[in-house]
T-cell receptor, first 113, second 114 residues
Framework: KAGVTQTPRYLIKTRGQQVTLSCSPI?????VSWYQQTPGQGLQFLFE???????NKGNFPGRFSGRQFSNSRSEMNVSTLELGDSALYLC????????????FGSGTQLSVL | DQQVKQNSPSLSVQEGRISILNCDYT??????FLWYKKYPAEGPTFLIS?????DKNEDGRFTVFLNKSAKHLSLHIVPSQPGDSAVYFC?????????????FGSGTQLTVLP
């Protein structure tokens, strides 16, 4: 079974631009979550999607948005990029988003210059 | 306000000895706890979990202990191996409801010395 796939692996953008990150969950998994990892801050929850609906959202500004498609693939968008948005963005999938472990992708390393 | 705290950013242990990684939480609603391990350039991988109805869960070399009254959990690795060198994240969740949102600590870099 293929794992969680995130593209692109690395991304360099400038302030003010927007970016879209992609995540393909494990086949059969319907829940996709996004996390931001910055040095010293651990992983911060962004949002979780299940069956194309956002079920839960973390404390991030509205510049961070996402969506999920009917095949469970998910995209995350960040508009009007700021220097502080530089981070590793991790996607995780699970079968239903309930009481089971998450499977993480390798992440997209975003650098904002 | 960090609800899950890992106060030791780093830990070094000799190969074959015990590694003890600690984690504290403040939210008494958390009732499910997990440990993840992360190597550079890879996503976190699940290690072990524990529900609040238990105080200990064991899986091979890994044991997680939960002290609910102290709001503290720890991960024991015995014996430690050089391949265990990684960043370890503690995570907590409120398992009621349908959506899983994990709250992570900031991580502890474990280095196992040969």
């Amino acid at each position: 079974k293929a794992g969680v796939t995130q593209t692109p692996r690395y991304l360099i953008k400038t302030r003010g631009q927007q970016v879209t990150l992609s995540c393909s969950p494990i086949s059969g998994h319907r829940s996709v979550s996004w996390y931001q990892q910055t040095p010293g801050q651990g992983l911060q929850f962004l949002f979780e999607y299940f069956s194309e609906t956002q079920r839960n959202k973390g404390n991030f500004p509205g510049r961070f948005s996402g969506r999920q498609f009917s095949n469970s693939r998910s995209e995350m968008n960040v508009s009007t990029l700021e220097l502080g948005d530089s981070a590793l963005y991790l996607c995780a999938s699970s079968a239903s988003g309930g009481n089971e472990k998450l499977f993480f992708g390798s992440g997209t390393q975003l650098s904002v210059l | 306000d960090q609800q899950v705290k890992q106060n030791s950013p780093s830990l070094s242990v000799q190969e074959g000895r015990i590694s003890i990684l600690n984690c504290d939480y403040t939210n008494s609603m958390f009732d499910y706890f997990l440990w993840y391990k992360k190597y550079p350039a890879e996503g976190p991988t699940f290690l072990i979990s524990i529900s609040s109805i238990k105080d200990k869960n064991e899986d091979g070399r890994f044991t997680v202990f939960l002290n609910k009254s102290a709001k503290h959990l720890s991960l024991h690795i015995v014996p430690s191996q050089p391949g265990d060198s990684a960043v370890y994240f503690c995570a907590a969740a409120i398992s009621s409801g349908s959506a899983r949102q994990l709250t992570f600590g900031s991580g502890t870099q474990l280095t196992v010395l040969p």
